[in-house]
């Protein structure tokens, strides 16, 4: 028999889709074994399920079907109702005529957040868009409040066809409330569900091949990873967009207190994934180990978070560019990029940091762009390479101690300046600068010491470069048995303060304040390998520098 709909529940799926919520694909409860428990605020019954028959009611241990009319061809049904701990049949036989659950809509009678509330659902299932629905109390004049009413503990039988559905969605915000009703004063809390495999807790969540990825996740707990099928490397939209997810611009906060990321994503395949398509908030990334080229991360959901981003636990063995580090919530260290990348930056900025002693720029480097570098002691160095280093806009450096160019540098295109900074205090020009761009030392700040390691003067390709502006504020340190090149020469001749190296009116003023080691490389040692030529850095309490390479036996 058909029962007639009650409208007892508001609900208005036409409202606005707010892609907002694509920022919010999962959230996650803290480390407690243990679901938090929701009671009602004020305490409330249960509220009957008014739910509508569009063909014929069929009743079977509590569970309510929806069947097609006599007559009607279709052999699908779908539940509207089930009492708490229901085990769903895949398969109903009615009149002698077996019918396929293939739907549930809004059927749950348990508040979501009772950890007493339970259901297992048939590998039949494909569509779950409305598992919940809400419960309205108040006046528009008082003030709306709501709960919402689902299941927390959701069993299933067989994994893959659970995540094979077209559409599976147990998020609290699957509709849009009119806001200008709602008490604003009211916080609901929002509550978390489970996943379980014939009763044991799923923790590792592994989407099959070919799988349409309609599964949502949102307030889904207690997950270690998700990996990626390689039948996804398709993707041309994010999860939120996918997954047609309706909140509150205001509730997202709230979930993020509420919860925590998984602990990590992972993909099945080694290449072929836009991450700008991917706002699943996740602790880490475990990147494709064959990507040549990182993007940034969920550069394409519409409101990401910061609370929502990733740090890269492994970067791929092949990397050539990484034109942004949008969507990454710690800004990677020079030190742990692959030796394979060539190009930094390029379609937003790239920032990037350094915890050693200096933030060195490796010569497999061969372009920057839109690029920030920091580094604790602000220390920058350009390691001696083969290829010049080409800048396509300034690499922005802040404030800097000191600045050790061992590279020939270039820059591209229209670019004017090779650096940003803010000031700074030594510039060093290593042996292998013959010539110095206008671009390079054209900066805002003046340096309190310009160093030469080379005993032949670089020239300049201008009569009168802008470095002349330093001439009577700069220190100039040359090497001592370079003097008399660098007072002939018709640039560097004009700087009133030379200091020559290795002299007495240097040392006698100066101490050791520290001593490093590289590579040839430009790798930080914390010892010299024996065996191998090693350059020595030593720091001066005045400021200056030496730098020196040593054969160590």
């Known amino acids: 028999m058909k029962r007639e709909y009650i409208s007892r529940v508001r609900l208005h799926q036409a409202g606005m889709m707010m892609s907002l919520v694509s920022v919010l694909a999962f959230v996650f ?47 699908e049904a779908t539940v509207v109702s089930f009492p708490n701990r229901a085990v769903i049949p895949g398969y109903i036989s009615v009149d002698g005529v077996k019918y396929t659950v293939r739907k549930i809509y809004m059927a749950a009678n348990t508040w979501l957040g009772d950890t007493a509330s339970w259901v297992t659902l048939p590998p039949t299932l494909t569509d779950c868009k409305n598992f919940t629905r809400r419960y309205y109390w108040g006046s528009s004049k008082s003030g709306k409040r709501y709960k919402i009413l689902g299941v927390t503990n959701i069993n299933v039988t067989d994994l893959n066809s659970f995540f094979n559905s077209d559409f599976t969605d147990q998020t609290p915000y699957n509709v849009y409330d009119d806001i200008r009703f709602l008490d604003h004063s009211y916080k609901p809390q929002y509550p978390m569900w489970r996943l379980y495999l014939n009763g044991e807790p799923v923790i590792d969540i592994v989407y099959p091949e070919g799988s349409k990825m309609g599964v949502s996740l949102l307030g889904l707990s207690y997950i270690n990873s998700i990996t990626i099928p390689a039948s996804d490397t398709c993707r041309n939209k994010t999860f939120g967009e996918q997954w047609q997810l309706l909140k509150f611009p205001l509730a997202l906060d709230e979930w993020m207190k509420w919860g925590r990321n998984p602990k ?69 260290p020079l030190e742990d990029l692959p030796k394979t990348l060539i190009k930094i930056g390029g379609h937003a900025t790239c920032k990037l940091n350094s915890n050693g002693y200096a933030a060195v720029i490796p010569s497999n480097i061969k372009e920057l762009d839109t690029c920030t570098i920091t580094n604790v002691n602000s220390n920058y160095i350009i390691a001696e390479g083969e290829e010049p280093l080409s800048f396509a806009v300034p690499l922005s450096l802040g404030k800097v101690k000191n600045l050790e160019i061992y590279r020939k540098l270039q820059v591209k295109g229209d670019a004017t300046r090779m650096f940003s900074i803010g000031a700074v205090d030594t510039i060093v020009l290593g042996p292998q600068i013959t010539t110095v761009p206008e671009e390079m030392l054209r900066i805002s700040a003046t340096p309190k010491f310009l160093r030469c390691l080379g005993t032949t003067p670089p020239d300049f390709k201008v009569k009168y470069p802008e470095i002349l502006d330093w001439k009577d504020i700069t220190w100039l340190v040359i090497p001592e048995e370079a003097m008399e090149a660098y007072m002939h020469h018709p640039i560097w001749k004009q700087f009133t303060h030379v200091l020559a190296l290795n002299t007495s009116s240097i040392t006698a003023d100066r101490e050791i304040k520290a001593v490093r080691w590289y590579s040839l490389d430009g790798q930080v040692l914390a010892e010299p390998e024996r065996g191998k030529i090693n350059i020595r850095v030593i720091t001066y309490t005045d400021g200056t520098q030496s730098r020196q390479k040593i054969a160590v036996p």
């Open 29 to 75: 409860i803290g480390t407690s074994h243990q679901l938090h428990a929701i009671t009602p605020d004020p305490p409330l019954p249960i509220p009957e399920n008014d739910y509508k028959i569009n063909g014929r009611e069929y009743i079977d241990n509590g569970i309510v079907f929806d069947i097609p009319k006599v007559g009607d061809p279709s052999r």
């Open 264 to 332: 990590k994503l992972k993909f099945a395949a080694d290449s072929g994934y836009d991450l700008r398509y991917y706002d699943l908030p996740v602790d880490s990334i475990e990147l494709p180990r064959k990507m040549t080229v990182f993007e940034g991360y969920a550069n394409f959901a519409q409101f990401p978070l910061p609370l929502m981003y990733p740090v890269i636990s492994r970067w791929p063995e092949n990397l050539q560019v990484i034109t942004t580090t949008r969507g990454i919530k710690n800004f990677p």
